[in-house]
Nanobody, 125 residues
Framework: QVQLVESGGGLVQAGGSLRLSCAAS????????MGWIRQAPGKEHEFVAA????????YYADSVKGRFTISRDNAKNTIYLQMNSLKPEDTALYYC??????????????????WGQGTQVTVSS
Protein backbone atom coordinates (compact mmCIF):
# COMPACT_ATOMS: atom_id res chain seq x y z
CA GLN A 1 0.00 0.00 0.00
CA VAL A 2 1.51 3.26 -1.15
CA GLN A 3 1.66 6.00 1.48
CA LEU A 4 2.87 9.56 1.05
CA VAL A 5 3.14 11.65 4.21
CA GLU A 6 3.84 15.36 4.00
CA SER A 7 5.24 17.52 6.77
CA GLY A 8 6.79 20.94 7.27
CA GLY A 9 3.87 23.22 6.55
CA GLY A 10 2.96 26.14 8.78
CA LEU A 11 2.38 29.86 9.09
CA VAL A 12 5.10 32.20 7.83
CA GLN A 13 5.37 35.88 7.01
CA ALA A 14 5.79 37.06 3.45
CA GLY A 15 9.43 36.82 2.42
CA GLY A 16 10.05 33.90 4.73
CA SER A 17 10.97 30.29 4.01
CA LEU A 18 9.63 26.82 4.66
CA ARG A 19 10.87 23.35 3.79
CA LEU A 20 8.31 20.68 3.05
CA SER A 21 9.11 16.97 3.24
CA CYS A 22 7.29 13.94 1.87
CA ALA A 23 8.12 10.46 3.10
CA ALA A 24 7.05 7.63 0.80
CA SER A 25 6.46 3.99 1.65
CA UNK A 26 5.00 0.93 -0.03
CA UNK A 27 6.67 1.57 -3.37
CA UNK A 28 10.00 1.23 -5.15
CA UNK A 29 10.79 4.88 -4.71
CA UNK A 30 13.45 5.15 -7.40
CA UNK A 31 10.93 3.95 -10.00
CA UNK A 32 8.65 6.92 -9.43
CA UNK A 33 8.60 10.49 -10.58
CA MET A 34 7.52 12.75 -7.72
CA GLY A 35 5.82 16.09 -7.56
CA TRP A 36 4.26 18.80 -5.46
CA ILE A 37 0.75 20.01 -6.20
CA ARG A 38 -1.11 22.75 -4.32
CA GLN A 39 -4.68 23.83 -3.92
CA ALA A 40 -5.74 27.23 -2.67
CA PRO A 41 -9.25 27.74 -1.25
CA GLY A 42 -11.81 27.85 -4.02
CA LYS A 43 -9.28 27.02 -6.71
CA GLU A 44 -8.29 23.94 -8.66
CA HIS A 45 -5.18 21.87 -8.11
CA GLU A 46 -2.08 23.61 -9.41
CA PHE A 47 1.20 21.99 -10.40
CA VAL A 48 4.13 23.37 -8.40
CA ALA A 49 7.23 21.25 -9.07
CA ALA A 50 8.30 17.78 -10.16
CA UNK A 51 11.43 15.66 -10.17
CA UNK A 52 12.47 12.57 -12.09
CA UNK A 53 13.92 9.45 -10.52
CA UNK A 54 17.49 10.55 -11.13
CA UNK A 55 16.85 13.97 -9.63
CA UNK A 56 18.55 15.62 -12.59
CA UNK A 57 15.24 16.40 -14.26
CA UNK A 58 13.27 19.04 -12.42
CA TYR A 59 10.32 21.13 -13.53
CA TYR A 60 8.66 24.16 -11.97
CA ALA A 61 5.57 26.24 -12.45
CA ASP A 62 6.43 29.73 -13.66
CA SER A 63 4.90 31.17 -10.50
CA VAL A 64 7.52 29.50 -8.27
CA LYS A 65 10.54 29.32 -10.55
CA GLY A 66 13.59 30.84 -8.88
CA ARG A 67 11.98 30.71 -5.42
CA PHE A 68 11.23 26.99 -4.88
CA THR A 69 13.59 24.03 -5.20
CA ILE A 70 12.53 20.40 -5.37
CA SER A 71 14.93 17.62 -4.42
CA ARG A 72 14.85 13.95 -3.53
CA ASP A 73 16.84 11.47 -1.45
CA ASN A 74 16.29 7.99 -2.86
CA ALA A 75 18.08 6.41 0.12
CA LYS A 76 15.48 7.93 2.46
CA ASN A 77 12.45 7.59 0.16
CA THR A 78 11.85 11.29 0.66
CA ILE A 79 11.35 14.38 -1.45
CA TYR A 80 11.64 17.98 -0.34
CA LEU A 81 10.39 21.38 -1.41
CA GLN A 82 12.47 24.31 -0.27
CA MET A 83 10.32 27.42 -0.51
CA ASN A 84 11.97 30.82 -0.26
CA SER A 85 10.68 34.36 -0.70
CA LEU A 86 7.18 33.18 0.08
CA LYS A 87 4.24 35.31 -1.00
CA PRO A 88 0.64 35.42 0.28
CA GLU A 89 -0.46 33.87 -3.01
CA ASP A 90 1.56 30.76 -2.13
CA THR A 91 -0.98 30.03 0.60
CA ALA A 92 -2.48 26.60 -0.13
CA LEU A 93 -2.69 22.98 0.86
CA TYR A 94 0.42 21.33 -0.56
CA TYR A 95 0.23 17.73 -1.70
CA CYS A 96 3.00 15.29 -2.48
CA UNK A 97 2.26 13.05 -5.47
CA UNK A 98 3.85 10.07 -7.19
CA UNK A 99 3.68 8.59 -10.65
CA UNK A 100 5.13 5.23 -11.61
CA UNK A 101 7.68 5.27 -14.40
CA UNK A 102 11.05 6.73 -15.24
CA UNK A 103 10.35 8.26 -18.64
CA UNK A 104 7.69 10.84 -17.86
CA UNK A 105 7.81 13.55 -15.22
CA UNK A 106 4.24 14.84 -14.96
CA UNK A 107 3.47 18.54 -14.86
CA UNK A 108 -0.30 18.07 -14.84
CA UNK A 109 -1.89 17.15 -11.50
CA UNK A 110 -4.19 14.40 -12.79
CA UNK A 111 -1.24 12.49 -14.26
CA UNK A 112 -0.15 11.40 -10.80
CA UNK A 113 -1.18 7.98 -9.48
CA UNK A 114 -0.82 8.55 -5.72
CA TRP A 115 -1.34 11.55 -3.46
CA GLY A 116 -0.66 12.36 0.16
CA GLN A 117 -3.07 14.04 2.56
CA GLY A 118 -1.46 17.45 2.23
CA THR A 119 0.21 19.97 4.50
CA GLN A 120 -1.07 23.52 4.93
CA VAL A 121 1.13 26.49 4.06
CA THR A 122 -0.13 29.92 5.07
CA VAL A 123 1.78 33.07 4.17
CA SER A 124 0.72 36.26 5.92
CA SER A 125 1.24 39.69 4.39
Amino acid sequence: QVQLVESGGGLVQAGGSLRLSCAASGLTFSSYAMGWIRQAPGKEHEFVAAIGWRATNTYYADSVKGRFTISRDNAKNTIYLQMNSLKPEDTALYYCAARYGTLVVPTIPNQYNYWGQGTQVTVSS
